[in-house]
C-alpha cells in the first residue's frame, strides 16, 4: 500500500474530517481513506450506471418508437376519475 502526506490544510478542514471521522466510528486517517475511496472508485462506479441507463433507456425509446403513449394529462385526469369513483362507493355519480 502507498502512504499518501496532505499537507497545509485548512484547521476547519481537519476539525470537520475529524468530528466526521468520530461520527462513523473510525480514525480521521481511516475516514480520509474511505472519502478518497468514495471520491475516485464510487465516483468511477456511478458513472458506469449512469452510461449502462442511459444505454438501456436508448434501447428502449428505439424498442417502442412509434408506438405513441398517452398524453400525461389524460393519465392523469383517467387516475383521478377512477379515484373519485371509488371514493364516491358504488351507484354514486361521480
Known sequence: MATLTV??????????LRIRAAEHGRSA???HREILRLALVAGEEQQVGREQAAQRLAEFRHRTAGRGSSPTAALLQEARAGRMKT????????
Do not use: I
Open 7 to 16: 499537507r497545509n490544510l485548512d484547521e476547519d478542514v481537519v476539525r470537520r
Open 29 to 31: 486517517e481511516a475516514e
Open 87 to 94: 371514493l364516491a362507493g358504488p351507484g354514486e355519480g361521480a
